[in-house]
């Protein structure tokens, strides 16, 4: 069964109304300020900007009004490709939409029709945790993904903005990144430069080196040290109950339980599911 790339996001978020589709002028139509998607893949405006010369724009494009003008809900890559194409009207459907619908519908439209890159994904993920007040569950739900997939790409935005910044660009991926993040200050930027130095690593071998390198500073620990079953058992466990990731660490006598957390919104959920009231 072929998989619905919204799951039920998309029917939550757009009502099934009866609208009536208008050209006007295309100079009428202003961005949306809340577009997640800060850089437009050249390649694939290119292949639109040809389509839109020979067919012309076949879906309209979701605008609310502004004053004299429009502004676009959904549909940017659509508008920017007929400009560019010379377009001087183009198809639009009129919706009624606040800010902050706005913001979830363009999301949601440009994780269905053209990949974000990582950074932007992640920017697009705290805006609705911090403007919605959502939890990285409900983030899931919306985009049809795990909730660590959710929580990993967020923890990208902890890295320094010189390597977020690479991530945009696409010089390193997003799973070097996640690789950066494992490493002390000092030896994630001699890494990064190694990386942006054309040394072409792919991140299992990144992986390799950060492990080697952390074993060196003393942070890591030998691959011939297994964990203990049943403490392995325990922190798997304890990571499907509060849905996030748990470390045990234990002593002869005494130890200690690690649990993350990736926003207040998630810190207040973890702690309402072990019952503390704040």
């Given amino acids: 069964m072929q998989k619905r790339a919204l799951g039920r996001g998309l029917e939550a978020l757009i009502p099934s109304l009866k609208e009536t589709v208008k050209f006007i002028e295309i100079d009428k139509v202003v961005p949306n ?33 502004l004053g004299d003008n429009y502004e676009i809900i959904f549909g940017e890559r659509r508008w920017r490709a007929a400009k560019a194409a010379g377009l001087k009207t183009i198809p639009i459907i009129i919706r009624d939409a606040d800010n902050k619908s706005q913001l979830k519908l363009a999301l949601v439209e440009n994780l269905q029709r053209a990949e974000l890159n990582a950074i932007e994904m992640a920017g697009g993920y705290k ?35 010189n390597i977020q910044n690479e991530i945009k660009k696409g010089t390193i991926s997003e799973g070097h990144g996640r690789v950066l993040l494992s490493l002390p200050p000092e030896e994630r930027e001699k890494l990064y430069k190694q990386l942006l130095e054309g040394r072409s690593f ?12 952390l074993l060196r500073s003393g942070q890591g620990k030998k691959k011939t040290e297994k964990k203990d079953a ?20 234990t002593g002869r006598k005494r130890g200690s339980i690690v649990i993350e957390y990736y926003s ?15």
Wanted: charged share 30%; glycine share 4%; hydrophobic share 40%.
């Fill in 33 to 65: 300020k809340f577009q997640p998607r800060k850089n437009f893949d050249a390649d694939q405006m290119t292949g639109l900007i040809e389509s839109i010369k020979e067919d012309g724009v076949l879906q309209p494009v979701a605008v609310k009004p």
């Fill in 127 to 161: 805006a609705l945790i911090e403007e919605f007040n959502l939890s990285q569950e409900d983030v899931a739900k919306i985009v049809s993904k795990n909730r660590s997939s959710v929580a990993n790409t967020l923890r990208l935005l902890k890295l320094p903005q």
């Fill in 202 to 213: 792919s991140v299992r071998e990144t992986e390799r080196i950060a492990h080697t390198r």
């Fill in 230 to 249: 049943q403490i392995q058992y325990i922190e798997d466990q304890l990571q499907k109950a509060l849905g996030t990731k748990v470390i045990l660490k």
């Fill in 264 to 278: 207040n919104d998630d810190l207040s959920r973890i702690l309402k599911m072990i019952g503390v009231k704040i």
